[in-house]
């Protein structure tokens, strides 16, 4: 399994462009899959400098309702014509940071592309590689931190995000399960202890939090777990580097440009 990052808020090469956002190309025995598509049409500049091709891909995943994964949407439906995209049936709800900035999806996808979606209510599996899940109806065990005054707007009541839209995709292949958890806004703690993973992919969504001992404390549960952490986007560097020097090689920060093979990590 190899994991390439078209988008993402650093970069380690300098012509290959950033942005707040996230998209990664995923190739297994079975499927080249496109996990999120960022905020804009960088993910596809990306690919064809790093020598992937969007049109090629056999399936997309969209992890949740935020532009910043799915901005991107509407340019992959134009490259490629066959992908269906698998996304949340919460998906394109109404998401707002506050209530007066939209963080939600284009809506008009949903007119333009019927066709194209495939809605998830909680879960499915594809093949024996793929499952897409939503964890909706577990247990949240860990306190989440990580709505930042995030909410859903309905019939124009505002209430606190539950991230209902948020789904994680578990590919297995080589003896390996790997969870692609986008920006794990159910909690990576959760998450962690929800899933037997060989490896974790995705941000946490750490980025605004200061508290040393809530830094130490999250560090040291997910130590407890099986999985090693490819983090990146919402984690914030400061707090990734807080958090390895205490989780030494179980955690990585993956960047724009970057690839990874899963099937070499030990």
Known sequence: MKITVLAENTSGLDDIGTEHGLSLYIETQKHKILFDMGQSVLFEQNAQKLGKDIKSVDIAVLSHGHYDHGG??????????????????????KYYSGQDRYIGLDRKILQLNAKRLVFIDDCVRIDDELEIISCNGRKRPFANHSSQNMVTERDGEFTEDEFLHEQYLVVKEGGKSVVFSACSHKGILNIASWFDASAIVGGFHFSKIDDEAFLTNAANVLNKSNAKFFTCHCTGEKQYNYMKKIMNDRIEYISCGQQINIQEEK
Do not use: C, D, H
């Open 72 to 93: 991107g949407l509407q340019r992959f439906l134009e490259l490629n014509l066959t992908a269906p995209v698998y996304a949340s049936a919460y998906a394109f709800e």
